[in-house]
């Protein structure tokens, strides 16, 4: 079974810093890969997705992760944080199981921006 | 892409009722799923729902608890049973489109 961990309940950034939150995978096919975004008493909304292709993934609001198939991992990384980025941030990864896809979500890792 | 509406959107309920959620997408899709997001934790998958069989529950969910319906392809209602406050949790409804999973923005679940 497919699996994702996200190193970091919680990451605290000063405003303009890099922002780097971790996501490893387990796979056994090539997988697709997702981060999402949940701001306070909102619904989910996607930043990148991975399928194919080129493994850096550019999204939205500036953030972009890298697929590294070695390492088995998706890290989000944003060049200069800014208050709004601080969320909830989730990465999921697909599992087509029985020709239906379901998708696995990490525990997620709330992003604190300090001023 | 799809939009998704739940309803209600939040609710607050006493202990032993049950409450159905209601979920309506703008588009036609084979599967609908349902989620449950605990305060403080990460999605776990309830069941996938498709249109004219019987849900698939994921392990540690059960049929008597979440009855799930799927009477169209636009259409689906989770309901949860006999609450209890380990339910209290937010619910969401989500479909693939294009590859991707959209979500709605849940019902967010107290019970006391």
């Known amino acids: 079974a497919q699996s994702v961990t996200q190193l970091g309940s919680h990451v605290s950034v000063s405003e303009g810093a890099l922002v780097l939150l971790r996501c490893n995978y387990s796979?056994?096919?090539?997988?697709?890969l997702f981060w999402y975004v949940q701001y306070p008493n909102q619904g989910l909304q996607l930043l990148l997705k991975?399928?194919?292709?080129?493994?850096l993934v550019k999204g939205i609001n500036g953030f972009e992760a890298e697929f590294k198939k070695s390492e088995t991992s998706f890290h989000l990384t944003k060049p200069s944080a800014h208050m709004s980025d601080a969320a909830e941030y989730f990465c999921a990864v697909s599992d087509k199981t029985s020709g239906t896809y379901k998708y696995i979500f990490g525990t997620g890792t709330r992003l604190k921006v300090l001023a | 892409s799809a939009v998704i509406s739940q309803k209600p959107s939040r609710d607050i309920c006493q202990r032993g009722t049950s409450l159905t959620i209601q979920c309506q997408v703008d588009?036609?899709?084979?599967?609908m799923f349902w989620y449950r997001q605990q305060p403080g934790q990460s999605l776990t998958l309830i069941a996938t729902a498709n249109q004219g069989s019987e849900a698939t529950y994921e392990s540690g969910f059960v049929i008597d608890k979440f009855p799930i319906s799927r009477p169209n392809l636009t259409f689906s209602t989770l309901t949860v049973s006999n609450m209890s406050p380990e339910d209290s949790s937010i619910y969401l409804c989500?479909?693939?489109?294009?590859?991707?999973?959209?979500f709605g923005q849940g019902t967010r679940l107290t019970v006391v």
């Open positions: 989500s479909v693939e489109v294009g590859g991707r999973p959209f």
């Open positions: 588009s036609q899709v084979t599967m």
């Open positions: 796979s056994s096919v090539p997988p697709y």
């Open positions: 991975y399928t194919t292709g080129a493994t």
